[in-house]
Nanobody, 111 residues
Framework: QVQLVESGGGLVQAGGSLRLSCAASGFNFVINPMYWYRQAPGKQRELVASITSSQITNYADSVKGRFTISRDNAKKTVYLQMNSLKPEDTAVYYC?????WGQGMQVTVSL
């Protein structure tokens, strides 16, 4: 079955960085696009970034220039490098692929 295992979340001060990882299994990783979403308290889940099988990336306006999505097909892992973090980036971050969601991971940015 499809498994998406996220890691790398936590607490960081504003202006800091975190790198999220999502290790995938159970489907053909190489040919599938990968997505990072987030959901802040009281808000709808929103798409943060995506990357296609041919490495084409797309970002939400709120994270452009600060976040970078990448993928390592050999490791079947997708990453989200988050720099210049802001308190408004605080949310539960989810990896999504092949119609499946990861378990979610808390990212908290303090002042």
């Amino acid at each position: 079955q499809v498994q998406l295992v996220e890691s790398g979340g936590g607490l960081v001060q504003a202006g800091g960085s975190l790198r999220l990882s999502c290790a995938a299994s159970g489907f053909n990783f190489v040919i599938n696009p990968m997505y990072w979403y987030r959901q802040a308290p009281g808000k709808q889940r929103e798409l943060v970034a995506s990357i296609t099988s041919s490495q084409i990336t797309n970002y939400a306006d709120s994270v452009k220039g600060r976040f970078t999505i990448s993928r390592d097909n050999a490791k079947k892992t997708v990453y989200l490098q988050m720099n210049s973090l802001k308190p408004e980036d605080t949310a539960v971050y989810y990896c999504k692929a092949f119609g499946n969601w990861g378990q979610g991971m808390q990212v908290t940015v303090s002042l």
